[in-house]
């Protein structure tokens, strides 16, 4: 059995994952109209390895890979995403952006309980835009709204442990 809830005792429902917000370097600001985030995943190789006079095949940890991240939102003028991912293409220089300020960004993503107060908080280190897509399909037929989003490759993220949830009423 886990341990004992160490901030509200009172709580068993899950959180809903419809609120949350997201946040860019060290910004107080979060980005404007996120509505998807894609899951956080990470996975280890195994590495298959037999010691001498012994038949089991034992298996060790080997390297672990960060799935990229998605992000996504209404299209809007805000253009966050649009000069990210110009960081990584610069286009009317044909060469990649030698600024790491620019090309790689540290994201925070805060999953926010039924009041709005954040409970749990995803670091997520070195960033940057591997994938860009300006506007949706544009159908003249749907009823939906203009979605940019960026894929986002990093070096890693972890759960930050010192947020804690605030006793909810």
């Not at 960004?105 to 009041?115: F, G, Y």
């Not at 009823?143 to 759960?159: M, Q, R, T």
Request: with cysteine; proline share 5%.
């Amino acid at each position: 059995m886990g341990k004992p809830f160490s901030v509200n005792t009172t709580r068993f429902d899950p959180y809903k994952t419809f609120r949350f917000l997201v946040y860019f370097d060290i910004s107080t600001t979060p980005v404007a109209g996120i509505s998807k985030v894609s899951g956080l995943k990470r996975s280890s190789d195994p590495i298959e390895y037999k010691e001498g006079g012994n038949p089991i095949i034992r298996r060790g940890l080997g390297r672990t890979k960060y799935d990229p991240i998605t992000l996504e939102r209404g299209l809007t003028h805000d253009t966050d995403f649009e000069l990210w991912a110009n960081a990584a293409q610069v286009l009317d220089k044909g060469a990649a952006s030698t600024s790491l300020k620019t090309l790689r960004k540290q994201l925070r993503i805060e999953l926010l309980n039924e009041a709005g107060q954040p409970v749990h908080r995803y670091i997520v280190h070195r960033c940057w835009v591997s994938e860009y897509q300006a506007i949706n399909d544009l159908d003249a037929g749907a009823n939906a709204v203009a979605i940019e989003h960026i894929k986002l490759e990093h070096e890693g993220w972890e759960h930050d442990l010192t947020l804690t949830e605030p006793t909810e009423l």
